[in-house]
Protein backbone atom coordinates (compact mmCIF):
# COMPACT_ATOMS: atom_id res chain seq x y z
CA UNK A 1 0.00 0.00 0.00
CA UNK A 2 1.64 3.33 -1.08
CA UNK A 3 -0.23 6.74 0.43
CA UNK A 4 0.46 10.09 0.59
CA UNK A 5 -0.97 13.22 2.43
CA UNK A 6 -2.30 16.03 0.72
CA UNK A 7 -3.13 19.38 2.94
CA UNK A 8 -5.74 21.54 1.51
CA UNK A 9 -7.78 25.07 2.66
CA UNK A 10 -11.03 24.22 4.17
CA UNK A 11 -14.20 26.38 4.33
CA UNK A 12 -15.05 27.89 7.99
CA UNK A 13 -17.43 26.04 10.24
CA UNK A 14 -20.62 27.06 8.58
CA UNK A 15 -23.50 27.98 10.76
CA UNK A 16 -26.43 25.71 11.45
CA UNK A 17 -29.20 27.44 9.52
CA UNK A 18 -26.56 27.74 6.57
CA UNK A 19 -28.72 28.00 3.12
CA UNK A 20 -25.85 27.31 0.60
CA UNK A 21 -24.54 24.44 2.75
CA UNK A 22 -25.36 20.81 4.84
CA UNK A 23 -22.86 21.41 7.39
CA UNK A 24 -21.65 18.31 7.10
CA UNK A 25 -19.11 18.52 5.19
CA UNK A 26 -15.60 19.92 5.60
CA UNK A 27 -15.38 21.46 2.43
CA UNK A 28 -12.68 23.17 0.60
CA UNK A 29 -12.35 26.94 0.78
CA UNK A 30 -14.46 27.81 -2.21
CA UNK A 31 -14.73 31.25 -1.53
CA UNK A 32 -11.55 31.95 0.41
CA UNK A 33 -12.86 32.90 3.38
CA UNK A 34 -10.48 30.77 5.77
CA UNK A 35 -8.28 33.69 7.23
CA UNK A 36 -5.16 31.47 6.73
CA UNK A 37 -6.08 30.73 3.09
CA UNK A 38 -4.77 33.70 0.22
CA UNK A 39 -6.27 31.81 -2.95
CA UNK A 40 -6.63 28.27 -2.77
CA UNK A 41 -10.23 27.27 -3.85
CA UNK A 42 -9.74 24.19 -6.49
CA UNK A 43 -8.74 21.27 -4.29
CA UNK A 44 -9.53 18.53 -4.01
CA UNK A 45 -12.34 18.22 -6.38
CA UNK A 46 -14.79 16.64 -5.04
CA UNK A 47 -17.29 17.47 -7.53
CA UNK A 48 -15.57 14.99 -9.83
CA UNK A 49 -13.81 12.94 -7.55
CA UNK A 50 -10.51 14.03 -9.22
CA UNK A 51 -7.27 15.22 -8.19
CA UNK A 52 -4.39 16.59 -11.13
CA UNK A 53 -1.36 18.42 -11.15
CA UNK A 54 -2.37 21.89 -10.48
CA UNK A 55 -1.68 21.43 -6.90
CA UNK A 56 1.51 18.93 -5.44
CA UNK A 57 2.14 18.52 -8.81
CA UNK A 58 5.36 16.39 -7.54
CA UNK A 59 3.64 14.48 -5.41
CA UNK A 60 0.15 13.83 -7.59
CA UNK A 61 3.06 12.31 -10.57
CA UNK A 62 4.71 10.32 -7.90
CA UNK A 63 1.52 8.35 -6.18
CA UNK A 64 0.43 7.91 -10.25
CA UNK A 65 3.63 6.55 -11.20
CA UNK A 66 4.29 4.05 -8.38
CA UNK A 67 3.52 0.37 -8.99
CA UNK A 68 1.79 -0.53 -6.21
CA UNK A 69 -1.78 -1.13 -7.14
CA UNK A 70 -3.27 -0.01 -3.73
CA UNK A 71 -2.28 3.47 -3.84
CA UNK A 72 -4.25 6.83 -1.94
CA UNK A 73 -4.33 10.13 -1.60
CA UNK A 74 -5.78 11.14 2.43
CA UNK A 75 -6.76 14.56 2.92
CA UNK A 76 -6.31 16.73 6.04
CA UNK A 77 -6.96 20.25 7.02
CA UNK A 78 -6.99 22.78 9.92
CA UNK A 79 -10.56 23.02 10.38
CA UNK A 80 -11.44 26.49 11.85
CA UNK A 81 -15.03 26.99 13.67
CA UNK A 82 -17.17 29.98 14.33
CA UNK A 83 -15.92 30.18 17.61
CA UNK A 84 -12.28 30.32 16.64
CA UNK A 85 -10.86 27.56 17.63
CA UNK A 86 -9.01 24.94 14.90
CA UNK A 87 -7.82 21.55 15.25
CA UNK A 88 -5.85 19.27 12.48
CA UNK A 89 -8.30 16.83 11.00
CA UNK A 90 -8.22 13.94 8.12
CA UNK A 91 -11.36 14.40 6.36
CA UNK A 92 -11.17 11.02 3.78
CA UNK A 93 -9.07 9.68 1.02
CA UNK A 94 -9.58 9.19 -2.76
CA UNK A 95 -8.11 5.74 -4.00
CA UNK A 96 -6.10 6.40 -7.34
CA UNK A 97 -8.60 3.89 -9.74
CA UNK A 98 -8.08 5.68 -12.79
CA UNK A 99 -5.19 7.64 -14.71
CA UNK A 100 -3.14 8.06 -17.66
CA UNK A 101 0.04 5.89 -17.30
CA UNK A 102 1.79 7.89 -19.45
CA UNK A 103 1.14 11.28 -19.11
CA UNK A 104 0.17 10.82 -15.38
CA UNK A 105 -1.19 14.42 -14.61
CA UNK A 106 -4.68 13.60 -13.05
CA UNK A 107 -6.18 10.63 -11.42
CA UNK A 108 -10.12 10.13 -10.39
CA UNK A 109 -11.63 7.39 -7.82
CA UNK A 110 -14.65 5.16 -8.00
CA UNK A 111 -14.31 4.66 -4.41
CA UNK A 112 -14.03 8.05 -2.33
CA UNK A 113 -14.33 8.30 0.76
CA UNK A 114 -15.00 11.60 2.83
CA UNK A 115 -16.13 11.76 6.42
CA UNK A 116 -19.04 13.70 8.20
CA UNK A 117 -17.85 16.46 9.80
CA UNK A 118 -18.09 14.88 13.20
CA UNK A 119 -15.98 12.03 12.54
CA UNK A 120 -12.85 13.42 10.92
CA UNK A 121 -9.74 11.80 12.22
CA UNK A 122 -8.00 14.26 14.61
CA UNK A 123 -4.40 14.27 13.29
CA UNK A 124 -1.03 15.73 15.44
CA UNK A 125 0.36 17.28 12.53
CA UNK A 126 0.53 20.41 12.13
CA UNK A 127 3.78 20.91 9.18
CA UNK A 128 2.25 21.87 5.58
CA UNK A 129 5.20 19.56 4.38
CA UNK A 130 3.73 16.01 2.60
CA UNK A 131 4.34 13.04 4.32
CA UNK A 132 4.23 9.96 1.71
CA UNK A 133 4.32 5.83 2.67
CA UNK A 134 7.66 6.12 0.55
CA UNK A 135 9.40 8.98 2.70
CA UNK A 136 10.96 8.96 6.45
CA UNK A 137 7.66 10.73 8.08
CA UNK A 138 7.28 10.14 11.71
CA UNK A 139 3.64 10.40 11.41
CA UNK A 140 3.60 7.30 8.53
CA UNK A 141 2.02 4.90 11.67
CA UNK A 142 -0.66 7.71 12.41
CA UNK A 143 -1.66 7.87 8.61
CA UNK A 144 -1.65 4.03 8.07
CA UNK A 145 -4.00 3.52 11.24
CA UNK A 146 -6.39 6.54 9.68
CA UNK A 147 -6.28 4.56 6.02
CA UNK A 148 -7.63 2.24 8.18
CA UNK A 149 -10.41 3.67 9.93
CA UNK A 150 -11.58 5.69 6.29
CA UNK A 151 -11.49 2.16 4.48
CA UNK A 152 -13.55 0.56 7.17
CA UNK A 153 -16.12 3.58 6.40
CA UNK A 154 -16.81 2.86 2.42
CA UNK A 155 -20.20 1.92 2.92
CA UNK A 156 -21.00 3.50 6.08
CA UNK A 157 -23.47 6.35 6.95
CA UNK A 158 -19.89 8.44 7.77
CA UNK A 159 -19.04 8.37 4.53
CA UNK A 160 -20.85 11.76 2.60
CA UNK A 161 -18.89 12.16 -0.51
CA UNK A 162 -22.11 12.08 -2.59
CA UNK A 163 -22.77 15.51 0.28
CA UNK A 164 -19.42 16.77 -0.92
CA UNK A 165 -19.83 15.54 -4.54
CA UNK A 166 -23.24 17.27 -4.82
CA UNK A 167 -22.60 20.49 -3.00
CA UNK A 168 -19.20 21.08 -4.52
CA UNK A 169 -21.11 20.66 -7.97
CA UNK A 170 -23.49 23.43 -6.91
CA UNK A 171 -21.27 26.04 -6.17
CA UNK A 172 -18.85 25.60 -8.85
CA UNK A 173 -21.92 25.44 -11.18
CA UNK A 174 -23.62 28.60 -9.73
CA UNK A 175 -20.27 30.74 -9.33
CA UNK A 176 -19.31 30.13 -13.43
CA UNK A 177 -21.88 33.02 -14.12
CA UNK A 178 -22.90 36.56 -12.77
CA UNK A 179 -26.72 35.07 -12.12
CA UNK A 180 -25.10 32.38 -10.18
CA UNK A 181 -22.58 34.47 -8.10
CA UNK A 182 -25.75 36.65 -7.47
CA UNK A 183 -27.91 33.79 -6.26
CA UNK A 184 -25.34 32.84 -4.23
CA UNK A 185 -24.94 36.16 -2.34
CA UNK A 186 -29.00 36.71 -2.48
CA UNK A 187 -29.13 32.92 -0.44
CA UNK A 188 -26.54 34.20 1.48
CA UNK A 189 -28.40 38.09 2.44
CA UNK A 190 -31.62 35.37 3.56
CA UNK A 191 -29.84 33.73 5.91
CA UNK A 192 -30.84 34.37 9.70
CA UNK A 193 -27.03 33.12 10.62
CA UNK A 194 -24.96 35.17 8.64
CA UNK A 195 -23.50 37.55 11.11
CA UNK A 196 -21.53 34.43 12.57
CA UNK A 197 -20.39 33.31 9.21
CA UNK A 198 -16.96 33.87 7.91
CA UNK A 199 -18.20 34.53 4.15
CA UNK A 200 -21.41 35.82 5.16
CA UNK A 201 -20.88 38.59 7.74
CA UNK A 202 -19.06 40.73 4.99
CA UNK A 203 -20.92 43.47 2.97
CA UNK A 204 -22.98 41.94 -0.09
CA UNK A 205 -20.42 44.12 -2.22
CA UNK A 206 -17.38 42.32 -0.94
CA UNK A 207 -18.89 39.43 -1.42
CA UNK A 208 -20.13 39.54 -4.97
CA UNK A 209 -16.92 41.06 -6.21
CA UNK A 210 -14.44 38.47 -4.23
CA UNK A 211 -16.24 35.72 -6.19
CA UNK A 212 -16.28 37.88 -9.41
CA UNK A 213 -12.36 38.06 -8.87
CA UNK A 214 -12.41 33.91 -8.46
CA UNK A 215 -14.19 32.89 -10.76
CA UNK A 216 -14.81 35.08 -13.63
CA UNK A 217 -11.31 36.78 -13.73
CA UNK A 218 -12.31 39.99 -13.61
CA UNK A 219 -10.08 42.32 -11.29
Not at 100 to 126: E, N
Request: glycine letters at 6%; charged letters at 25%.
Amino acid sequence: MEWVLLYYYSMPEVPNKCLLFSGKAVHRDFFISNPQNKSHYQYPKFETYSYDIGCHSKQVKKIINLKDKEKYTIFYTNYLTIGGGCTNIVTGLFSVDKYDAFLGSSFSTDKPIMLLKTDCIPIDYKARGVPASYGNSKIKHHINHAIEILLNKLNSKSNISDIYNYESNKIVNLAKTRDGIDEIINTCTRCISKQICFFGRKNDLAKRQKLINIYLNVK
